[in-house]
Structures are given as structure tokens and as C-alpha cells.
């Protein structure tokens, strides 16, 4: 089963994205922020990041550039959700080489189409 990182400030917002997941045979851990996410040792076992860009403390700019630039996760697909897009945003996101952008509110099905388009790209991902 493949495990995938959710980080996002908002509670609703996480366990929405985990049940869709799950019921899609994923294995799903949530963080309340991107600093909370690289407090864990075992970042390079998720097999995708889905990370919020407005979050107290580390922003999703921020946590996607310490993943993309570290070479123990940079292989890691992310899946960028926001709720407030914009094109300057958009720009950032793909100049730090964000592999996918969503904007809230999520359509499940969606939300699984662009995982299931993601995860292949991935050799480090935990089967």
C-alpha cells in the first residue's frame, strides 16, 4: 500500500482527503503543518506529499522547496492544493517543480485521478 503525506492547517480539510484516499486503497498520514511533517524521520517511505500553500509557521512554498531540493525526497511527487490560487502562485510552485496543482474545494474524483497519475512516476514509494 502506498503511503501518501497530507499536511494541511485545516482538520476538515485532512480527514476529507484521507477518507477519499483510503478508500482507494492508500495508506494516508495527516500533518497539521509542514513543520510537523519534517519533524519525521522516514520522509523518503511516502510515495506522495499533498501539501496546502497557507499554513501557520512553514509555508507550502517553503515545504516544497525542502523537498525538491533534498536529495533524499526530491524523486517524491507533490500534489499542491490551495484555496487561494493565483497565477503568481502557480509560477512559484512550478519553478520549485511542483508535479500537480489543485484548487480547494477538491472534487474527489479529481483528487484520485491526480494521485493515480502521480504515484507511477515515483521509484521510492513503499509497496
Not at 478508500?23 to 496546502?52: C, G, M, Q, R
Not at 525538491?68 to 511527487?77: L, S
Request: glycine share 2%.
Amino acid at each position: 500500500m502506498k503511503r501518501i503525506a497530507v499536511v494541511d492547517d485545516n482538520q476538515t480539510f485532512r480527514f476529507f482527503v484521507k477518507q477519499i484516499l483510503e478508500l482507494n486503497n492508500y495508506e494516508v498520514e495527516l500533518f497539521i503543518s509542514a513543520d510537523e511533517l519534517f519533524k519525521i524521520k522516514d520522509l523518503h517511505t511516502f510515495a506522495l506529499f499533498i501539501i496546502d500553500y497557507n499554513m501557520p509557521g512553514m509555508n507550502g512554498i517553503t515545504a516544497l522547496e525542502n523537498i525538491k531540493f533534498n536529495p533524499i525526497t526530491n524523486r517524491i511527487p507533490v500534489l499542491f492544493v490551495t484555496g487561494e490560487p493565483s497565477r503568481e502562485l502557480l509560477d512559484i510552485a512550478m519553478r520549485y517543480k511542483v508535479n500537480d496543482f489543485l484548487t480547494k474545494p477538491i472534487d474527489p474524483d479529481l483528487l484520485v485521478q491526480r494521485v493515480n497519475k502521480l504515484l507511477p512516476m515515483n521509484t521510492n514509494s513503499i509497496s
